[in-house]
């Protein structure tokens, strides 16, 4: 009955549209009472202790490191790679625009930065060579998506932290199916696009554009190469992902100067004062839940009307769909994954495995209305309205639900690289 009653308090609030703070603080209040050890001082210490983790400080360098290369010319020198690579194809903007996004998507762990980088540079190019407005926008929205799969991920970071899960095997578990939505996205670029005028390929161009651009496509490789060598934790990737791109955009490429600089330190600090708050109080509560055994409370509860781990993806893929219609990424991670992951283990879904279907649920919802964050950002940088976005974004949607499914179905997918 008390973790019903958690579960309403956490559902009024957030029909109530509440900050999410105020949401987790409530929780962890009545946790606490109820559960814990009756004292609301206590929360403090547990922020504390839930908080001494080294994996932390690789949130604010990725965040970081995504706002130099924004600021920088990182975007503009992939993007020239792509077009040199598979503009003589049919559709072969579409194809480049998200190869470029899924690079950068490796660099920069962030789907708003992919979006707005990438789109800024090959969105008035689509348009230029002829490109429909509404198959553009949504190839750029979906591309950007890519940046919370395609490891180096800000929300599977936040994932592995609240679960207590191998943020490793999650960068791997995210390989699999960020190709797979790589190739629809590309394949689906190719046949609507089939009649499309199409760029010459030239030798020539190619190597010029290698370049121009091989130290950012060299980022991805001693990124990802380190960590899944095992030369670098997550967080020592992340230090070396940020020095990496300050020394390329500062000194080899010299777009930035040491002001520019400044403002993107200073932008990144905000962001970052708004999550941390935010990471503490839901390591908290996840901190009390787990002690007091609340995850098999709801275990207890749902037992009895869910026949089966076929039923229960099912279910839960309904759920989270609708929660990110509603709910940004980071909400819904600190909200919902741990609460969730115990109960799908007990269906047979391990931490990593389901890791990765709840963060293409909220990927998607990152394309659905009224809180579709790519949605929402689209329309203030390419000054569309809201409607002509949302039907831009309906072909990929489609397909991500497809991916969605093949991956709930086929596990290995995802944990191909992981064994």
Not at 78 to 88: E, K, S
Not at 293 to 317: Q, Y
Not at 319 to 329: D, K, N, Q, S
Request: one cysteine or more; a neutral charge.
């Amino acid at each position: 009955m008390s973790a019903l009653l958690l579960l309403a308090i956490v559902a009024a609030l957030l029909l109530l549209r509440q900050p999410l703070l105020v949401i987790l603080l409530a929780a962890i209040a009545y946790s606490q009472t109820v559960w814990g050890r009756g004292h609301l001082t206590w929360i403090i210490e547990d922020m504390f202790v839930s908080l001494d983790k080294e994996l932390i400080l690789a949130i604010p360098m990725f965040m970081l490191c995504g706002g130099v290369m924004t600021q920088g010319s990182t975007a503009r020198r992939l993007t020239d790679v792509a077009r040199a690579l598979v503009g003589h194809l049919p559709g072969g903007l579409g194809v480049a625009a998200v190869l470029s996004s899924a690079i950068f998507a490796a660099i920069s762990g962030s789907s708003i930065v992919t979006m707005l980088a990438i789109g800024s540079v090959i969105y008035p190019a689509m348009r230029e060579a002829g490109y429909s407005k509404k198959f553009s926008l949504g190839t750029v929205m979906s591309g950007g998506t890519l940046g919370i799969i395609i490891p180096p991920s800000i929300p599977l970071i936040l994932y592995g932290l609240v679960t207590e899960s191998s943020i490793v095997d999650l960068f791997r578990a995210g390989l699999g199916p960020g190709l797979l939505l790589v190739s629809l996205f590309a394949i689906y670029s190719v046949v609507s696009n089939w009649n499309m005028p199409t760029e010459r390929f030239s030798a020539l161009r190619m190597l010029q554009a290698l370049r121009h651009g091989i130290w950012a496509l060299m980022m991805p490789v001693i990124l990802l190469g380190g960590i899944y060598s095992g030369y670098f934790s997550p967080t020592e990737a992340a230090a070396v992902a940020l020095v990496y791109a300050v020394i390329i955009e500062l000194v080899v490429h010299r777009e930035i100067g040491f002001a520019d600089l400044k403002l993107v330190v200073l932008e990144s600090a905000k962001l970052g004062g708004a999550l941390f708050p935010l990471i503490a109080v839901a390591l908290s509560l996840n901190l009390i839940l787990i002690e007091n055994r609340v995850p098999a409370m709801m275990v207890d509860l749902v037992d009895d009307w869910i026949t089966g781990p076929v039923m229960f993806i099912v279910i839960v893929n309904l759920l989270l769909l609708a929660v990110g219609a509603f709910m940004t990424t980071a909400e819904a991670i600190l909200i919902l994954a741990p609460i969730l992951v115990p109960v799908a283990a007990i269906y047979g879904f391990d931490k990593i495995l389901f890791g990765v279907i709840m963060i293409i649920n909220l990927e998607i919802g990152l394309l659905t209305p009224p809180v579709g964050l790519n949605l929402i950002v689209a329309m203030s940088a390419f000054k569309e309205k809201f409607l002509v976005l949302v039907q831009a974004a309906i072909p990929f949607i489609l397909l991500m639900i497809f991916a969605l499914g093949l991956i709930s179905w086929l596990p290995w997918i995802s944990l191909f690289f992981v064994r």
